[in-house]
């Protein structure tokens, strides 16, 4: 039998499966308010089949965005916005929906992907300033970011449990707290951009302090229940970078907080990574994190083919497998990957008539449907 098919579970949440969708920011929120783009990508990815959806990554505060237009769980507003999305969502799919929640650092203040992405000057319209662990900017030319201090730690801390909180209140089934792509937890750990002198700075265990203050405090202010993991950039891909060793290490450290789950990625922290992308090419990371903590572990980064989902898992190298632009490519590869595999999945029945005629029993029942 497929073990792509077979259920998994974060902490106390059963996964029918092992497919996971990604979080994938979309910039398209008004003042962090998801809207009716929401309501359609969502919609759609919903009737997939994977066995979780984890939303895109979600600022916890204003100044936590990459861009004027991300998605926000900063204000009553903006879960306001997300239950609407959710509710509709939810009267058409029962599959279970996380949330990434997230703080830009000095990655934020930026234009749109499709407009260049280049920094928003603070004084500029639609910028701010910027904060980080220390006044480096992540590209020549761009505004130094402020270094948090000590109210400005306690402020982010807040800030991600609150968002916890409000994501909690809207039936969402975990949260995966952002600790990868060079944003603000990944600045913290990285010595590139991390050059503090204080406890949060200089050795291994300095600079994973915050990171994991911030992880407590999601952990405290949910459920016991409600599963919390994180995603890390397993290297930065530069000589002197955060590293594997570095994310073995953290991975114990998170593990040992009740952690449900690494999802392994890697770089984002400087514009002088060099990667070598392919096929799988952040596995081998994802599988020493398996094998040296135990942890449940999700494998992500150009796994396209069902067999080569199938593969890596057979093989023990990850728990589940995480899309994210494949699915965008193809919102029904899990369906694709049953067929494939000789396995079944959750369909709704408005498309069971789609079904190919060698295929009998490829499709089953959502438990919410609409007849």
Known sequence: MSLLFEPVSLGDLELENRIIIAPMCQY???????????????GGLAMSGAGLMILEATAVSPEARISPADLGLFSDANADALRRVLEAVRKYSDIPVAIQLAHAGRKASTMLPWEGGAQIAPDAPQGWKTFAPSPVPHTAGDDAPLALDHDGLLKIKNDFAQAARRAL?????????HMAHGYLLHQFLSPLSNQRTDAYGGSLENRMRFPIEVFKAVKAAVEDSIPVWVRVSATDWVQGG?????????????KACGCAAIHVSSGGVSTAQDIPVGPGYQLPFAERVKAETGITTLAVGM??????????LQNGQADAIALARGVLYDPRWPWHAAAELGASVKAPEQYWRCQPAEFTDLFKAMKIGHR
């Open 28 to 42: 398209s929120a008004v003042d962090g308010n998801a809207q009716d783009w929401h309501m359609i990508h969502l």
């Open 169 to 177: 209140d809207l039936g969402l089934v975990g949260i995966e707290v």
């Open 242 to 254: 955060w590293d594997i060793d570095s994310t073995v290490a953290l991975s114990h450290a998170l």
């Open 303 to 312: 796994i396209t083919e069902a067999a080569q989902a199938e593969a890596i």
